[in-house]
Nanobody
């Protein structure tokens, strides 16, 4: 059964950085477009960044220039480097298949990112 495990979240001050990791298992990771999502309290889950199997990358406007998505197919892992964090980045972050192209699989537990002002 496919499984996603996110890690790397934490509490940081505004302007700080974090690196999130998402380890996938039970799926053909390398052929899938993957994405990072986030969900803040009281808000809908939104796609933050995506990376296709061919390495095409896209970001939501609010994180462009601050976040970097990457993948290591040998490790079945997708990463999200987050710099210059802002309080509005506070959310639970999840990874999954990129829902713009593929059906998502069971969501992992996510990793909490809290940015203090």
């Amino acid at each position: 059964q496919a499984q996603l495990v996110e890690s790397g979240g934490g509490l940081v001050q505004a302007g700080g950085s974090l690196r999130l990791s998402c380890a996938a298992s039970g799926m053909r990771f390398s052929v899938n477009a993957m994405a990072w999502y986030r969900q803040a309290p009281g808000k809908q889950r939104e796609l933050v960044a995506g990376i296709t199997s061919g390495g095409v990358i896209s970001y939501v406007d609010s994180v462009k220039g601050r976040f970097t998505i990457s993948r290591d197919d040998a490790k079945n892992t997708v990463y999200l480097e987050m710099n210059n964090l802002k309080p509005e980045d506070t959310a639970v972050y999840y990874c999954n298949k990129d829902w713009r192209y593929l059906a998502t699989i069971r969501w992992g537990q996510g990793t909490q990112v809290t940015v203090s002002s």
